[in-house]
């Protein structure tokens, strides 16, 4: 594994940087009263790689016949018994036009004035009421007049409302080539590379909020992504690489998937045989309260009105995906949409298939 030319930025806490600016370096650290700690407002931990590029090599050992340093997920067996083996053969972050990553080049991951951040945010503040909840984000969306359009690669300030910024001849942007080849054992069975590549990604506005569940004793939390690039790539090769099937090639790809909210947290769990359960509970109904034979608010209960209006008018609850064209080889199917789907309920749980 290696990582070439980069640079960790943390942005710490507010007072920390007050006391940076207001004291030489040579200046003592000091106790601060609880009158002084009680004004105290962390804003978390920003993080942003600059020049950043990673690779890690193949399956294959080099000239001196040396085995390469790979990921490998084992411990999972077949339903006949066997082992089964998942082999990452190569993973990488690089900059634009790496050509498949063939041709990796430094990207910037984040924004000093837009970083990828780690905190813990007020649940007042997000909907989720006398929380503490752990945050992790990408950077976030701006004002569409300030940011740049997330699906194209030439995209031009004010046409969107993306943070990352696209490369130029002149700068290398925070739009990451991201990509891997993957290879499944069961037994001494190897099936064919599996190839999946992205181009010029974008997943701001993503985030993973976490806090814990008084009554059911469980960590709940929030998930949401959002994934644009303007190709997304699969196919599959021979092991030596020598022939490969058809592309499959989605282009103007556009991810907005969003598993739990304030009113429906995902809750995670791990039953009593091992198995981890994943599950978006039935939406908990209001005070009793009716709805008028109209539908209209002035008919209706309005605190009973409002819940439901909210839960099904809410954009930030809904998921969506988008593809401009969809083709495989040389043949053209032409776009896709999925728009608005909202999940009511979702429940998923691992099994072991050899017991």
């Known amino acids: 594994m290696l990582a070439s030319s980069q640079r960790l930025i943390a942005i710490a806490l507010p007072v920390f940087l007050?006391?940076?600016?207001?004291?030489?370096?040579l200046a003592e650290l000091q106790d601060l009263t609880e009158e002084e700690l009680s004004g105290i407002s962390g804003a978390g931990l920003?993080?942003?790689?600059?020049?950043?590029?990673?690779?890690?090599g193949t399956d294959a050992p080099d000239a001196n016949g040396n085995q390469a340093r790979i990921f490998k997920i084992g411990g999972i067996k077949?339903?006949?018994?066997?082992?089964?083996?998942?082999?990452?053969?190569?993973?990488?972050?690089?900059?634009?036009?790496?050509?498949?990553?063939?041709?990796?080049?430094?990207?910037?991951?984040?924004?000093?004035?837009?970083?990828?951040?780690?905190?813990?945010?007020d649940g007042n503040d997000i909907g989720v009421p006398n929380k503490a909840v752990l945050e992790f984000a990408a950077p976030s969306l701006i004002d569409p007049t300030l940011g740049f359009d997330c699906m194209s690669a030439s995209a031009t300030a004010g046409s969107?409302?993306?943070?990352?910024?696209?490369?130029?001849?002149?700068?290398?942007?925070?739009?990451?080539?991201?990509?891997?080849?993957?290879?499944?054992a069961v037994g001494n069975d190897r099936s064919a590379n599996i190839n999946i590549h992205a181009q010029s990604a974008v997943i701001d506005g993503s985030y993973l909020r976490l806090w814990g569940d008084n009554d059911r004793r469980q960590m709940v939390g929030q998930f949401k992504l959002n994934?644009?690039?303007?190709?997304?790539?699969?196919?599959?090769?021979?092991?030596?690489?020598?022939?490969?099937?058809?592309?499959?090639?989605?282009?103007?790809?556009?991810l907005e998937l969003a598993i739990g909210n304030q009113l429906q947290p995902v809750f995670f769990d791990v039953d009593g045989?091992?198995?981890?359960?994943?599950?978006?509970?039935?939406?908990?109904r209001p005070s009793p309260g009716s709805i008028g034979a109209d539908g209209l608010r002035g008919s209706s209960n309005a605190a009973t009105w409002d819940f439901y209006n909210d839960y099904y008018s809410n954009p930030e609850y809904r998921?969506?995906?988008?593809?401009?064209?969809?083709?495989?080889?040389?043949?053209?199917?032409?776009?896709?949409?999925?728009?608005?789907?909202?999940?009511?309920?979702?429940?998923i749980k691992t099994k072991d298939l050899a017991k």
């Open 227 to 254: 994934f644009y690039t303007p190709e997304l790539s699969v196919n599959a090769c021979s092991q030596d690489g020598s022939s490969c099937g058809s592309r499959i090639t989605m282009t103007d790809f556009a």
């Open 18 to 25: 007050g006391w940076a600016l207001s004291f030489s370096v």
């Open 319 to 347: 998921s969506n995906l988008r593809i401009g064209n969809f083709s495989v080889g040389d043949r053209d199917f032409g776009s896709a949409r999925v728009q608005g789907m909202l999940i009511q309920h979702l429940k």
């Open 160 to 184: 969107g409302p993306c943070a990352s910024r696209p490369a130029t001849e002149s700068y290398i942007g925070e739009r990451p080539d991201v990509g891997m080849q993957m290879n499944i």
């Open 78 to 121: 077949s339903t006949d018994g066997r082992d089964v083996e998942i082999v990452v053969n190569h993973l990488y972050i690089s900059g634009s036009g790496s050509q498949y990553g063939q041709s990796l080049s430094p990207v910037n991951l984040g924004r000093l004035v837009n970083p990828y951040s780690i905190d813990v945010v």
């Open 46 to 56: 920003g993080i942003v790689l600059e020049d950043f590029k990673f690779s890690h």
């Open 273 to 284: 045989g091992g198995n981890f359960v994943v599950e978006v509970a039935a939406i908990d």
